[in-house]
C-alpha cells in the first residue's frame, strides 16, 4: 500500500513500459505521480506525495535539467533548493546510487557558492555566458552524463522493487 497519495496505474502501461525499457519504466510512474498531484510539484503537492514519490520526481527533474542545460540551467529555474537542500543525495545513496549521490553533494557545494549570481534575470545572451564562466558545471555535468544509464537504471530497479511506495497497480 501506498503511504501519502494513492497512484494508481494500470498494470497493462506499467508492463508494456517495462518492456520499452528502464527510461519508460521510470516514466510511467513519474508521469502518473504528476498526473495524481494535477501536474504541479509545489509545496501543497509534495505534502500529498510521501519521500520514494518525491526522490523520483527529483531524480527526473535533475536528470532531465542537467541532460538538457546541465547544472546551471537546474539552478537558474529554481531547482537548487529542491535538489540540494533537501535529503535527495542521501535518498539516492539508500536507493544504491552511490556515486550519483557523491556527485549531488558535489553539486550542492557548486550550488552554495554560485547560486547568487546563477539565479539572477539575465538575457538570453547573459545567461548563454553562464556556461563559460563556471567550467566546475562542466565537469559536474558530463559527470553526470557518463553515469546517466547506470542510474536511471538503479532507479529503475528500486521502484520495480518497491512498487508498492510508488504506486497500486490495478489489474
Known sequence: MVRGMTVRIDEKKVVAAAAEGMDAFVEVFRSAIMEAVGGVLDEVSMQRLNADQITLLAYCIYREEVMDGG?????HNGYGPFIFLNPFAKAMRLWGAKP???LVYGGRAFYERNRDVICREYSDEEFMALFEKFPEADELDDEFIEMEEEVTGIVAEY???????????EK
Request: net charge negative; proline share 0%.
Open 71 to 75: 547544472h546551471v540551467q537546474l539552478i
Open 159 to 169: 521502484i520495480d522493487n518497491h512498487i508498492e511506495d510508488f504506486a497500486e497497480i
Open 100 to 102: 550519483f549521490s557523491k
